[in-house]
Structures are given as structure tokens and as C-alpha cells.
């Protein structure tokens, strides 16, 4: 089959390698139908957050039909010929964490989680196609992808409604809408958000779904800030404004946003000393984060308020605010998103035509463009916010 | 305090005052002496000899004793009731299905077994437990019996954990060189028996709770570099199995998942 490996910083290849194969009772395989990019890929596309091996294929976001289960799965859970979106998060569906519904905490999908529980003191669920900390699971950038643990994850989708509709319930739909979760809103809150990529997009539609008067959404590309504005939001480029925490100041009567939302995560830009000294030590490989933003958040939120982070930091951090958030008396939330705590009611939403998360998408190509889409993601170039992945155009056929 | 709990803490004990032997008593005495009468000097050879007192004194006492046992203790909550976690580990034979080290258990009887485990690379270690203490669902005691290559003291103990949070199994095994092939192998454990055990309980954990051990081993990949099966090859979660090549373990391993 053809796959989008990981073959060395900024160099992604269309390969060809075998087609997976069962390897656990609980798996199935899963033919792909789309796939896309995410936000977070950049970050291993620019070589920043560790474990990446040569060789890895890529991708997290894809949905498709189960063409092979396990023996271990029921047929009531799952079956061949099922329509499914996949999660990005793998999780057993039995542990204390699964139980709990804090699925991406799931303790048992991650076979490396040694390696995770070095730098975190404890692993996080495994993901499909992030780093061998997280796994070391192949992605789903490819024509087919293998799914452990399918009788849990996979959200069975209904015909009819098309794949541009439904991809994103596999991580960026949720993934705002957990950041907005996370945030605590309250009925007359204002919401600022970070970040107007795909998973900023999602999360300033949620705040509004949850309850949020007025949400005031960060940015640097015009484009970004215009479809913010389309859902309601008031945008601040940065590039134009002194002070982004002073401009939130005078915008809210001094008081603050009352959440703060950080859809930016490690790679964060800016201007000025300190993001300077942040490049450098990230290049340095001293600090692997940029936490540009989170710094801002949390100087800006209003005392008493929530920070949420659905951006991703991989490690360790320096000069964040610790005072600010202890003396304010902030509540601070991130995690990788529950997927599957949300997957089934924003399908919902869907189906009730509440939202229609194809917005985000601004090029449908076949999956050989991928390599030069990666980099026209990063670069902002013409206009790209979401990049769909077909793994069957150009006449690919079924190996 | 659970029993595996109080052990452990007793052996550390033990270590302890055993290690206080009467060399590094010396060492520690007489360097301090040595840097106290050095520093009353107050002159370039009274420096010195501070310096040198001190530095004894320090290695006396921060001197490592070899020990030549191995202990390694952990726990793990399991959502499962503890009859069905003390059933699965009382059915011997199960052991190897998660503990990587361990390549077979064979029951002989009741309380008699045969172990075989992975030493360093790849030798065979065998030994024979038996069974000295058990009580159905709270715990099992084992140790090995003469004529092993290594001595062997274990226990385990499963308890039932508050609010519905399934099992608290506590682990607690000590291995002792005895004399020939099995002191490489107590040794080699000295650093990687707690570690090696933390792995063995996650998944049993997985093994309970999800009915299978998740794995990568034998998925699609493009082509892996060099540096892939180096970093592999010293992967501290996959033993040499016995009687493998080097090589042929860098090979398979640079493709391995």
C-alpha cells in the first residue's frame, strides 16, 4: 500500500509497504477513504518532539471501512464493511482511566510506556502515528491502517452524509471542542482564543455552543482571522498590536477573558527577547517547547479564571508564569482530547446540520501531493488551512 | 503496611548495617581525623591533608558494598476482583505469558516448578521453585530450592482495592547469585530487576483488563536507518533471547515495528 513515512526533519515520503496485518485479537484493519494533516504533525515534520524513527508512517486523522477484524471483536461492536471515523487516541476500553471516561489516559494502549513515562512520570494513551513514545503505531496517511483495541475506538458513521463532513470527529472537531470544555465556560463569559488553526476554528465554534458571549480569537493570517469572524468572533492580529495581554485588558474592562484557550501549543510565534531566547533553546534542543503563548494566557486570563490547553507541548518549559497563575488563583486544564467521550454527541450535531466542519478544509489532493503539502501547511502558503488526503486517487489500486 | 511493603524495607535495613563494615568504619574515622588535624595546620601541607582526609572520609563512607542480592519490589492496580488475578498468577505456566525475562514455567506438582529465564545475553538461568506459603486470593510465597543456578525468593500479594478500583497486586522478588553462571545474571539484575518488574506487572495489567498485551511488533514501516536498530538492539523492555546472533537481533529488530 502507499504510505506517508517520516524519513528524516522536514522530509516526508510516499512510500510503498506492506499492507498491515491483524496482530492482536482486538484489532481490525481499517481501508482508508480520507486522511488529512494535522497541526501537531508539523511539529514532528519540523523535528521537535522526540522518538520519531526513520521509516514511521504518519497521520492520525482518517476514517474509512473495516475490511478485516480480529477474533477478539464481536460482531454487535464491530464488523467488516462498517463505516467508521477512528479516533487518534487508542484506548482499551477497561482500565481505571477507560472506566473513567479519561480515555486518552487509557494505561494499557501503549506499549512504550516506559519511554513516555521518563519525561512525563506517567504515559498518556497510545496514538496512532506520533512519535514511539506515544506507541510507535503506524498512521493512517496511508491506504490502510491497523486499529487495535477496534471494538472501542472506532465511531460507526452513517451513509449518506459524505467523508468532508465527518473526518474531523477523528481529533480536530473534538480536540476545540474539549478546549472549550476545558475551559469551564459560564453563561456571559468572554473567551479568548489562541491560535486560528483548524483546532482554534473548532474551539471558537464550541465556546459559542457552550455558552460563551463573546469570544476574542489570536492570530497572525488574515484568512485565519476572517473565518474566525465568520463564526462570531472578534479577531486580534498580533503582528498589528503592541500587547496582545494589554489589548485583551482594554477589550474587557480590564477585567480579562474570563478563559483562555491555548490552540497554539509548542511552536508558538511571537516577537521580542523572550521569544527569541525560545527559539534558540528549542533549536538547542534545551527547551523542547515554545510556550510563548501559554505565557500570554496566563497573564491575560481574569483572576479566578481557567487556562485550557488543547495545543501540544511535548516536555519542559521555561519562564512560564507560575506566579501569576498561583497568586490569580487560575485553574489550568489541558490533555489530549476523550475522544471518545465526544465523538458520538458531535455526530450528532452534525446529523442535526448544527455545524458543518468541512469549512475548515482548503485542499483536497491525492495522497502523493502529501510531502509538499506538509510544507505548504507550515508556511501558510496559499491560504492552507486543512489538507484532506484521498489515498485512492490517481489510480491507486487495492494491493 | 502489606507484608511485600514491610520486607522490602527490612532488607534495605539489613543492607545497611551489613554495609558498615569495619573498613569503611576505618576509612571514615581515620580520614576525618587526618582532615581535622589538617585543618588546625593552618599551612599548604595542613590543606593538604584536610584534603585528602576528607576525600577518604567521603569515598569511606559513600562507598557501595557489593551486594550480592537483588531485590525488586512493585505494585499495580488491576481492575479485576483478586480471585482472578490470584487465580491467573497461581497457574504458574501463565508467568512467562507477561514476564519478558522469563522464557517457561513448568508445574512439576502442587507446589513444586521448573523456571527457566533469560540471563544476559541469552543464557539460560534455571531454577526450581517451591511453594513455601499461600492463602487462596490474598497471596502466594515461593522460593527456589538447592541445586538452582540462582536463588529466588518471591511473593506476591492481591488485595482487594477501595471504591471498585479492582486489585492491588504487590510484587516482591530477590534474587542471589550462587556460585557460576548465576551470579552474571543476579548481577546484570542489580539495576534492571525493578524496572524489568514495573514492565512485567503493566502488562499483566494489560493482559487482565484488555485480554491482550498491545504490541507494534510485525506492523507496516518504510525502510529504518542505522540508527533505529542500534537504539533497538539496547532496548531494555526486549531481552536477547537464548542462543541468538547479535546481528541477526539488529536486524530484525531495526525492522521489528
Redesign the interface.
Known amino acids: ?1 502507499k ?1 506517508v ?3 528524516g526533519v522536514e522530509k516526508m ?1 510516499v ?1 510503498t ?5 491483524i ?4 484489532d481490525a484493519i481499517v481501508k482508508i477513504t480520507s486522511t488529512c494533516i494535522c497541526g501537531s504533525d508539523l511539529h514532528l515534520y519540523n523535528g521537535f518532539v522526540p522518538t520519531m ?5 504518519m497521520g492520525h486523522e482518517f476514517m474509512g471501512e473495516i475490511v478485516e477484524v480480529g477474533a ?1 471483536i464481536k460482531p454487535e461492536n464491530l464488523k467488516v464493511g462498517d463505516r467508521v471515523v477512528v479516533p487518534f487516541t ?1 484506548a ?5 482511566f477507560c ?1 473513567r471516561e479519561l480515555w486518552s489516559c487509557c ?8 519511554i513516555a513515562e521518563q519525561m512525563m512520570g506517567f504515559s498518556p494513551s ?1 496514538l496512532f502515528g506520533y512519535t514511539h513514545m506515544m ?4 498512521g493512517g496517511q ?1 491506504q490502510y491502517a ?1 486499529v ?2 477496534a471494538d472501542v475506538g472506532p465511531l460507526k458513521v452513517p451513509e449518506g452524509i459524505p467523508d468532508e463532513k465527518l473526518i474531523f470527529l477523528s481529533d480536530i472537531f473534538p480536540t476545540g471542542y474539549f478546549g472549550a470544555v476545558n475551559a469551564d465556560i459560564e453563561p456571559g463569559d468572554t473567551v479568548a482564543i489562541w491560535g486560528c488553526g483548524p483546532v482554534g476554528q473548532f474551539a471558537i465554534r464550541s465556546a459559542f455552543m457552550l455558552g460563551a458571549e463573546r469570544v476574542i480569537a489570536i492570530d497572525r493570517f488574515d484568512y485565519r482571522l476572517r473565518m474566525a469572524e465568520s463564526a462570531g468572533a472578534q479577531t486580534i492580529n498580533y503582528e498589528d498590536v503592541d500587547d496582545v495581554v494589554q489589548t485583551l485588558k482594554d477589550l474587557t474592562g480590564n477585567i480579562g477573558p474570563d478563559r483562555c484557550i491555548d490552540a497554539v501549543g509548542m511552536e508558538a510565534h511571537g516577537h521580542g527577547l523572550i521569544h527569541f531566547m525560545d527559539r534558540v533553546k528549542q533549536k538547542a534542543r534545551i527547551e523542547t517547547d515554545r510556550p510563548f503563548v501559554l505565557r500570554q494566557a496566563i497573564q491575560a486570563c481574569r483572576k479566578g479564571g481557567t487556562v485550557s490547553v488543547p495545543g501540544v507541548y511535548a516536555g519542559f518549559d521555561d519562564k512560564i508564569p507560575l506566579g501569576a497563575f498561583m497568586n490569580k488563583g487560575l485553574a489550568m486544564k489541558g490533555g489530549q482530547t476523550h475522544m471518545m467521550r465526544f465523538m458520538k454527541p458531535l455526530l450528532e450535531k452534525i446529523q442535526k446540520n448544527e455545524i458543518d466542519p468541512s469549512f475548515v478544509i482548503s485542499h483536497k489532493v491525492p495522497i502523493s501531493k502529501a510531502p509538499e503539502m506538509y510544507k505548504v501547511f507550515r508556511d501558510k502558503q496559499d491560504n492552507c488551512t486543512k489538507v484532506v488526503l484521498d489515498p485512492w486517487a490517481d489510480g491507486a489500486i487495492a494491493a | 503496611m502489606d507484608e511485600v511493603a514491610r520486607i522490602r524495607i527490612g532488607d534495605a535495613r539489613g543492607g545497611n548495617s551489613r554495609s558498615m563494615d569495619a573498613q569503611r568504619w576505618g576509612a571514615l574515622i581515620g580520614g576525618s581525623a587526618l582532615a581535622i588535624y589538617g585543618i588546625t595546620r593552618r599551612s599548604p601541607l595542613g590543606v593538604a591533608l584536610a584534603t585528602g582526609g576528607g576525600a577518604i572520609a567521603l569515598l569511606g563512607s559513600t562507598q557501595k558494598t557489593r551486594s550480592q542480592s537483588t531485590s525488586a519490589w512493585t505494585s499495580v492496580l488491576i481492575n479485576c476482583s483478586p480471585q482472578e488475578a490470584y487465580k491467573f498468577w497461581r497457574g504458574l505456566e501463565n508467568l512467562p505469558r507477561f514476564m519478558n525475562r522469563l522464557h517457561s514455567v513448568t508445574v512439576l506438582d502442587n507446589r513444586r516448578s521448573q523456571w527457566v529465564a533469560i540471563g544476559p545475553i541469552g543464557r539460560e538461568i534455571r531454577w526450581e521453585a517451591e511453594i513455601t506459603e499461600e492463602r487462596e486470593n490474598e497471596y502466594i510465597a515461593w522460593r527456589s530450592l538447592p541445586g538452582s543456578d540462582v536463588e529466588v525468593d518471591g511473593r506476591v500479594e492481591f488485595r482487594e482495592a477501595p471504591a471498585d478500583r479492582g486489585t492491588l497486586i504487590s510484587a516482591r522478588m530477590q534474587f542471589r547469585a550462587v556460585a557460576g553462571k548465576g551470579s552474571a545474571f543476579a548481577n546484570s539484575l542489580n539495576k534492571a530487576a525493578s524496572f524489568a518488574m514495573r514492565q512485567d506487572l503493566r502488562r499483566l495489567a494489560a493482559l487482565m483488563e484488555s485480554g491482550e498485551i498491545p504490541t507494534t511488533e510485525g506492523q507496516s514501516h518504510g525502510a529504518r536507518d542505522f540508527v533505529t536498530g542500534v537504539m533497538r538492539l539496547a532496548d531494555p523492555t526486549r531481552p536477547i533471547r537464548p542462543g541468538s546472533q547479535l546481528k541477526e537481533v539488529y536486524e530484525t529488530r531495526k525492522g521489528i515495528a
Open positions: 500500500m504510505a513515512c517520516y524519513m515520503t512510500e509497504v506492506p499492507d498491515p496485518t496482530l492482536n485479537p482486538r524513527e526513520q521509516g514511521d508512517i477478539g487508542i482499551c476500553g477497561n482500565c481505571f472506566k494505561n494499557n494502549s501503549n506499549p512504550n510506556y516506559w497510545g506507541g510507535g503505531y503506524a496511508a491497523r487495535p483495541y
